[in-house]
């Protein structure tokens, strides 16, 4: 998959930065003054569903909305994957100080529900980390800060993790099973709503 990242240039130009896949990206010119630029990935649990944020909003802005839910799922899916996977990879490290092998890690793999949309992956990656499931560690504090923590329009109240399960995996699966593809941009943006800063 490639991912683009376009930079606005202090002279007015525009910086085009491109990688495919895990790569890194290639340095970048500017269209109008020819200065150089660079790209870093964040320091992230999983770099790949980081891109794959961007890939969405790319999407949603560029009016793929259908896209750009389907991309929003995989991102979420790979976070809550990859943060287990570390979990996993700490816990062993503190006790043998090897780091894990890729052996390991289909092991723990096998470990992980691949089944319940967001709501069992969710609570099951919670748990590991806190102790809680996933609504009761975002709702540790109040209802209100949680809901503008999330910055989810929510009129129904649901709980983040229900919340999620219906705006955003759900969805998919009207597209990935049922073939809808006529997604509109008020759906695709509920599905990105604050997801890329």
């Given at each position: ?114 089944s319940g949309g ?45 919340y999620f399960q ?5 969805r998919r699966n ?24």
């Amino acid at each position: 998959m490639r991912f683009i990242y376009k930079v606005s240039c202090e002279c007015g130009g525009e910086l085009i930065l491109l990688a495919t896949g895990e790569a890194e990206f290639d340095p970048a010119e500017c269209s109008s003054c020819k200065k150089a630029a660079f790209l870093l990935d964040p320091l992230s649990a999983s770099v790949t569903a980081e891109r794959l944020l961007y890939r969405s909003k790319a999407e949603l802005e560029n009016g793929d909305f259908s896209l750009s839910i389907v991309i929003a799922t995989i991102a979420v899916e790979s976070y809550l994957t990859r943060l287990f996977l570390k979990f996993k990879g700490i816990s062993t490290y503190a006790t043998t100080f090897q780091l894990p092998s890729d052996s390991m890690e289909e092991a723990w793999e096998k470990e992980y529900p691949r089944s319940g949309g967001f709501l069992k992956p969710s609570d099951f990656v919670s748990k590991q980390f806190t102790g809680r499931t996933f609504d009761q560690f975002v709702m540790s504090n109040n209802v209100v800060a949680a809901h503008a923590f999330l910055g989810l329009p929510n009129p129904n109240k649901a709980l983040p993790s229900q919340y999620f399960q219906d705006e955003l995996f759900n969805r998919r699966n009207r597209l990935a099973h049922w073939g809808y593809v006529n997604s509109t941009k008020q759906e695709a943006e509920r599905r990105n709503a604050n997801r890329v800063r």
